[in-house]
């Protein structure tokens, strides 16, 4: 049974980077059919996708986030990471990691998700 | 970017009634479209794609219709369980884009 868990610090300062890790059990990361990925929801709002990747090194990114969000990989771990650096309050969201269908079109599976608080 | 548009923002339905939810694209998306159920506290969870294929977690009580710009999630009779927000997706191209959800309370 596939199964994604995000890790990382809940409060992060203006200005800082946010570093999130997502460990997958049940299905590798090296799995060249799926996409692997991240999405956010601000409390009380709607979804917002950020990236999309293949373990090949394809790369899908929102362009809304103006180049501060990176992901990468360690398959040694079975893990994949975000950061996203000069985060604001706008940033303050829930972060939901995530398996893509094939062709990385829709979700078939989330994380939980962790909420990151920006804040001084 | 494509533009996904919900209607209503809130759906007022009492149990075992029907609910219909709408969505549109901003511009032309086949039938790239998927459905997420989300329930307070919770992850989203996939729901229908392709427009109208639904997930194995889903009973036929949830349909899906439409292509191009004009989409629709049916909930033929309410279970206490759907009452939640409901989310579509188009992934024609990217960026990915949701629409801003339906929250489906009870009446």
């Known amino acids: 049974q596939l199964q994604l868990q995000e890790s990382g610090p809940g409060l992060v300062k203006p200005s800082e980077t946010l570093s999130l890790t997502c460990t997958v059990s049940?299905?590798?990361?090296?799995?060249?059919?799926?996409?692997w990925g991240w999405i956010r929801q601000p409390p009380g709002k709607g979804l917002e996708w950020i990236v999309n990747?293949?373990?090949?090194?394809?790369?899908h990114y929102n362009a809304s986030l103006k180049s501060r969000a990176t992901v990468s990989v360690d398959t040694s771990e079975n893990q994949f990471s975000l950061k996203l650096n000069s985060v604001s309050a706008a940033d303050t969201a829930i972060y939901y990691c995530?398996?893509?269908?094939?062709?990385?079109?829709?979700?078939?599976?989330w994380g939980q998700g962790t909420l990151v608080t920006v804040s001084s | 970017e494509i533009v996904m548009t919900q209607s209503p923002a809130i759906l007022s339905v009492s149990p075992g009634e029907r609910a219909t939810l709408s969505c549109r694209a901003s511009?032309?998306?086949?039938?790239?479209l998927a459905w997420y159920q989300q329930r307070p506290g919770q992850a989203p969870r996939l729901l229908m794609y392709?427009?109208?294929t639904r997930a194995t977690a889903f009973p036929a009580r949830f349909s899906g219709s439409g292509s191009g710009t004009e989409f629709t999630l049916t909930i033929s009779s309410l279970q206490s369980e759907d009452f939640a927000v409901y989310y579509c997706q188009q992934y024609v191209n990217w960026p990915l884009t949701f629409g801003g959800g339906t929250k489906v309370e009870i009446k």
């Open positions: 049940g299905d590798s990361i090296n799995n060249t059919n799926y996409y």
């Open positions: 392709g427009a109208s």
């Open positions: 995530a398996r893509y269908c094939s062709g990385g079109s829709c979700v078939d599976h």
């Open positions: 990747m293949l373990y090949s090194g394809t790369t």
């Open positions: 511009q032309f998306i086949s039938t790239n």
